[in-house]
T-cell receptor, first 113, second 114 residues
């Protein structure tokens, strides 16, 4: 089955620690995205990548970093510089950035205490 | 800038009632429009889409028509079921130019009672 996987589903960390969220897709899509979702709010774009070894900041990139070494993988690191890291993180992919629909993974709920 | 505005929820309906969730947008050019659905604890699933004015997207009994004159893309369903309880997001992709990304509304919670 083609799709997007995110792991783990729940993640707990202590304040001050960096943490990396995994996102893998086997849809052969060029573009990948990371969103943050907070209760009662819509999705906000953190980073996106349209091709391997290239990525761009979204609307709320501060305190986050990404890499795109393989087409299938787009991991997100939440650094200790992110002031409010507790949230639901969603990864998505699309064929490209030309207005095509995005396909979402199941999400990772990160709790930092 | 580009934006999407949805009606505030939660929307609470009885089973078999008619559903409308309003969505209006602001965008330059000719955006594509989408409705996504999110069930509790899960990611988003594409429900339907429309790529040009007067297009009607439909799926699983849900429909939405791209109205350029009113800049709207309201979601409708004739008879809701308890299983339709979820959060619904309206979104737009600003234009067909390469490099554009989805802009989401805040989401509308739908609760259907049996």
């Amino acid at each position: 089955d083609g799709g997007i996987t995110q792991s783990p589903k729940y993640l707990f960390r202590k304040e001050g620690q960096n943490v990396t969220l995994s996102c893998e897709q086997n849809l052969n899509h060029d573009a990948m995205y990371w969103y943050r979702q907070d209760p009662g709010q819509g999705l906000r774009l953190i980073y996106y990548s349209q091709i391997v070894n290239d990525f761009q900041k979204g609307d709320i990139a501060e305190g986050y970093s990404v890499s795109r070494e393989k087409k299938e993988s787009f991991p997100l690191t939440v650094t200790s510089a992110q002031k409010n890291p507790t949230a639901f993180y969603l990864c998505a992919s699309s064929i490209d950035l030309r207005g095509s629909e995005q396909y979402f993974g199941p999400g990772t709920r990160l709790t930092v205490t | 800038g580009d934006s999407v505005t949805q009606m505030e929820g939660p929307v609470t309906l009885s089973e078999e009632a008619f559903l409308t969730i309003n969505c209006t947008y602001t965008a330059t050019g000719y955006p594509s429009l989408f409705w996504y659905v999110q069930y509790p604890g899960e990611g988003l699933q594409l429900l339907l889409k429309a790529t040009k004015a007067d297009d009607k997207g439909s799926n699983k009994g849900f429909e939405a028509t791209y109205r350029k004159e009113t800049t709207s893309f309201h979601l409708e369903k004739g008879s809701v079921q308890v299983s339709d309880s979820a959060v619904y997001f309206c979104a737009l992709s600003p234009s067909m130019e390469y490099g554009n990304k989805l802009v989401f509304g805040a989401g509308t919670i739908l609760r259907v009672k049996s």
